[in-house]
């Protein structure tokens, strides 16, 4: 169990080429759950693995924090999701890259339009995007790497191929 209570695992990566200013919150949805998003509207989330991405200029690891903490005023877009029952953050990562830049390199279908992009100028759509997970295990195949297939239920960062724990 971490310090605060929480025994959500905090990527211990730091952010390469400079500090963190932006980061991705890859969180798992284990059922189809149906969110009232704010403002937003209500929205149904497949199950599935799905990828946010976010910056904070100041107080970037409190930033992180009040993500993973479960007693929090609902404010922003991300809070609705990470609160509804099922879902929870399976691993955060830092990175210099700007957060727009960063979402849009990001592969994936973005179930709620708008979600996470009331600040976005960069017309991202949404900072929220569900991941394919069959095709990053494809990317990981022995016949691409030369190296053994993983086991079938591996996962990996879509980003850093990395593989994820389940
Ligand atoms: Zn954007």
Known sequence: MAKNGS??????????????????L??????????????????EFPAGLYCYTGSARRN????IRRHLSPAKKLHWHIDYLLAAPGVRVREVRRFAEEECQLNRRTAGESPVPGFGAS????????????????????TEDSSVTGRKAPAKNTVFCPLTRKRLCR
Do not use: M, N, W
């Open 60 to 63: 970037f690891e409190a930033r």
């Open 26 to 43: 890859l969180i798992d949805v284990a059922a189809p759950v149906r969110v009232a998003v704010g403002r937003l509207g209500e929205f």
């Open 119 to 138: 600040d976005c100028r960069a017309g991202c759509g949404s900072h929220l995007k569900r991941l394919s997970e069959d095709r990053f295990q494809r």
């Open 7 to 24: 025994a959500i695992p905090i990527a211990a990566t730091g952010a390469e080429g400079g500090p963190a200013r932006s980061y991705q």
